[in-house]
């Protein structure tokens, strides 16, 4: 019997990854105008992290709406063989997405770099819309 080796990084192993170098580099995100590219991209998806109260307020129609405290156990709707491009209000849950994503074995993640406002404020009128 084969011993099972588990290929998913720890926290503690992500969190190591965190030093100075990689903060100033900013491995972990994308800014806004990066991110905007990558709309339409098949490959890229993007993960509105936000609570359900704050998405009816504001929805993107070109993101996958899970909650950052739903996605442990809606994780099977994330996809492996995308690029995964986390955001929500202001960055932090965000970070904590592409953190726990990245404890999870997704490689392909960046956290989106920059506030809500400013990713609404990047996109032209038919790529958002605001619920009534």
Not at 16 to 31: N, P, S
Not at 64 to 77: G, K
Not at 79 to 101: E, Q, V
Request: hydrophobic residues 40%; aromatic residues 12%; negative net charge.
């Amino acid at each position: 019997m084969k011993e099972h080796i588990d290929v998913c990084p720890k926290l503690s192993d992500v969190l190591r990854e965190m030093d100075i170098a990689f903060l100033v580099a900013g491995e972990y995100g994308i800014t806004v105008e990066e991110a905007s590219k990558f709309i339409d991209h098949d490959h890229f998806i993007f993960l509105d992290v936000r609570t359900h109260e704050e998405a009816k307020t504001l929805s993107f129609s070109f993101a996958t709406h899970i909650p950052l405290h739903e996605l442990p156990d809606r994780l099977s709707e994330v996809p492996r063989n995308k690029f995964i491009i986390t955001f929500c209000l202001s960055g932090f849950r965000a970070s904590m997405a592409y953190t726990y994503l990245r404890t999870e074995g997704y490689d392909e993640i960046k956290a989106l770099k920059g506030r809500l406002d400013q990713l609404a404020g990047a996109m032209t009128p038919g790529r958002f819309y605001k619920l009534t």
